[in-house]
């Protein structure tokens, strides 16, 4: 078995780097695992456990999902938390909407449906985990600091390939492992 996910790569630039580098100084005293740079990814399908049989008719349906599909922009645009304002489990940053977005996960979802691997019931939220959060002490100063930062996630970046990960579950965090790669189309209405 194989913990696999497909996703977009994302490489943050020098300021939202600073920005996360900041928060993170800021709450060093909290229990809050950061995620490093190099992992950052936009998940479009999370397979979870997955027998190896199975990841060829994955990498297939995936390889058709983006088969001639044009490379597009992303937009970060802001920062948010999952959980509550009370219990917060996850600090991420989320895009602008963009069809193109939402184009290449209705044909993952497609293409996978026909290999007997269905999308589950949740919504579908564009965004990239920078932080777990383990335990916050000072909740007013954990929000403080959130708030702060809010307008400092501004960053386009290019969409130019999908990647089909394996998540090796570590005592020191996730390592990703690349099974394959699926390139996007260069598109030349893109600049």
Known sequence: MKRLFAAIPIHLSEDVFRSIASMRYALEGERIRWIPSENMHLTLKFFGNTPARKITAIAEALLKATNDFPDFTLEINRIGLFGSQHNPRVVWMG????EPLYQLKNQITQELEKCGIYEDRQNFVPHLTIARIKKVSDKRFFQKVIDKHKNRFQQKTMANELILYESVLKSTG????????FPFKKNSNVG
């Open 95 to 98: 895009f602008r909407e963009e």
């Open 174 to 181: 996730a390592e990703y492992k690349v099974i394959r790669s």
